[in-house]
């Protein structure tokens, strides 16, 4: 079996500040793991993803994320934010060899106040 | 353009009437699902297809159905829809990486 927890669901950040959405994972495979980014009224967008190769992941928009196995964590990253980032982001893992691959957490909203 | 298509966008029925609603795409990718999404819970499976004539339930199956006659559609089917079933559906398909792609969602209200 495998789960997401999103640690915070709620985060609020000033314009130009550093912006830390956490996640922590757990799955009996080795897991691929994405960042999906849903604004207001919109569909969901991918913003990056691991599949085992390097740890330190860098997606769209300044965002990257690290996958930490020991911490089992892999944490959004993005140095400034900015005002269009605001919107909810979804941590996701899949593990399973082929059938139901997609579990998603619960979703963290970012708010970025000017 | 690869794209995942859903109608219809918006939708009010009342409950017990039946409606469909249905997803296509164009990137011939084998497997293709079905989420809901609703405030505080994130996405969850309804209901996904391996392949044509290969269906299985998700986390959350109750009150739909599904088929999967052809490789680019797979239609989500609510029978007898109820007030719970109030949510924002979005199709995906997904390729060999596990990436997914997302339809751009249907709101549905049943009364």
């Known amino acids: 079996a495998q789960s997401v927890t999103q640690l915070d669901s709620h985060v609020s950040v000033s314009e130009g500040t550093p912006v830390l959405l956490r996640c922590n994972y757990s799955s009996s495979y080795s897991p691929s793991l994405f960042w999906y980014v849903q604004h207001p009224n919109k569909g969901l967008q991918l913003l990056l993803k691991?599949?085992?190769?390097?740890?330190l992941v860098k997606g769209i928009n300044g965002f990257e994320a690290e996958f930490k196995k020991s911490e089992t964590s892999f944490h959004l990253t993005k140095p400034s934010a900015h005002m269009s980032d605001a919107a909810e982001y979804f941590c996701v893992v899949s593990g399973d060899t082929g059938r139901r691959a997609l579990t998603f957490g619960s979703g963290t909203r970012l708010q970025v106040q000017p | 353009e690869a794209q995942v298509t859903q109608n219809p966008r918006y939708l009010i029925t009342v409950t017990g009437k039946k409606l469909t609603v249905t997803c296509s795409q164009n990137?011939?990718?084998?497997?293709m699902s079905w989420y809901r999404q609703d405030p505080g819970l994130g996405l969850r499976q309804i209901y996904y297809s391996m392949n044509v004539e290969v269906t299985d339930k998700g986390d959350v199956p109750e009150g739909y159905k599904v088929s999967r006659k052809e490789k680019r559609n797979f239609p989500l089917i609510l029978e007898s829809p109820s007030p719970n079933q109030t949510s924002l559906y979005f199709c995906?398909?997904?390729?060999?990486?596990?990436?997914?792609?997302f339809g751009p969602g249907t709101r549905l209200t049943v009364t």
């Open positions: 995906a398909t997904r390729d060999n990486s596990y990436e997914q792609y």
């Open positions: 990137m011939n990718h084998e497997y």
């Open positions: 691991y599949t085992s190769a390097a740890t």
